[in-house]
T-cell receptor, first 113, second 117 residues
Framework: GENVEQHPSTLSVQEGDSAVIKCTYS??????FPWYKQELGKRPQLIID?????GEKKDQRIAVTLNKTAKHFSLHITETQPEDSAVYFC????????????FGKGITLSVRP | GAGVSQSPRYKVAKRGQDVALRCDPI?????LFWYQQALGQGPEFLTY????????KSGLPSDRFFAERPEGSVSTLKIQRTQQEDSAVYLC???????????????FGEGSRLTVL
């Protein structure tokens, strides 16, 4: 089955700096890669996703890049703010958002004011 | 309601007790998932429903775990004879489309935190 690995496990950045979180996946059949943000005790919330037919997607301060050959994808957050502090999970599925997701273990992002 | 609703939010059970966790998905959503999230880990897939049909239960860790969605809306996850290793947050999620449907977003509930003593 699919295996999603996420690294590093923690990341601390200064407010205003950029943060990059990387994930790798194992199943070349995976075609959908969402990123979720989870604040302590809250539900995971989708912040951005990318499908295998594109290499990059951007939404304001957030962007995701996908390298299908290397089987890795990355989340980029620019101009970080303290409210970006949370746990970020990457995930992968072989059949879009309506099929089961395999999640990484998560990374704790801390943005220092 | 506007979002996925789960109850109870917190449940403490003694080892060996049975528990039932409820999920109210967003009205009209075809797909419903249950995930288990252990402390400090990512969610792990348990089971999937498309309307009332349970199409995938490959993630259920043992036969003590049972899920149903009899009318294609509300779902219940039942855990029999709870063990300490069952302690986790159980997340329910729904999406508008089924497996063969169009693109969509997965919406999670707040989860039910189960603690087994």
């Amino acid at each position: 089955g699919e295996n999603v690995e996420q690294h590093p496990s923690t990341l601390s950045v200064q407010e205003g700096d950029s943060a990059v979180i990387k994930c790798t996946y194992s199943d070349s059949a995976s075609n959908y890669f969402p990123w979720y943000k989870q604040e302590l005790g809250k539900r995971p919330q989708l912040i951005i996703d990318i499908r295998s037919n594109v290499g990059e997607k951007k939404d304001q301060r957030i962007a995701v890049t996908l390298n299908k050959t290397a089987k890795h994808f990355s989340l980029h957050i620019t101009e970080t703010q303290p409210e970006d502090s949370a746990v970020y999970f990457c995930a992968a599925s072989i059949s879009g958002a309506n099929s089961k997701l395999t999640f990484g273990k998560g990374i704790t992002l801390s943005v220092r004011p | 309601g506007a979002g996925v609703s789960q109850s109870p939010r917190y449940k403490v059970a003694k080892r060996g007790q049975d528990v039932a966790l409820r999920c109210d998905p967003i009205s009209g959503h075809v797909s419903l998932f249950w995930y288990q999230q252990a402390l400090g880990q990512g969610p792990e897939f348990l089971t999937y429903f498309q309307n009332e049909a349970q199409l995938d239960k490959s993630g259920l860790p043992s036969d003590r775990f049972f899920a149903e969605r009899p009318e294609g809306s509300v779902s219940t996850l039942k855990i029999q004879r709870t063990q300490q290793e069952d302690s986790a947050v159980y997340l329910c999620a729904s999406s508008l489309f089924g497996l063969a449907g169009g693109t969509g977003e997965l919406f999670f509930g707040e989860g039910s935190r189960l603690t087994v003593l």
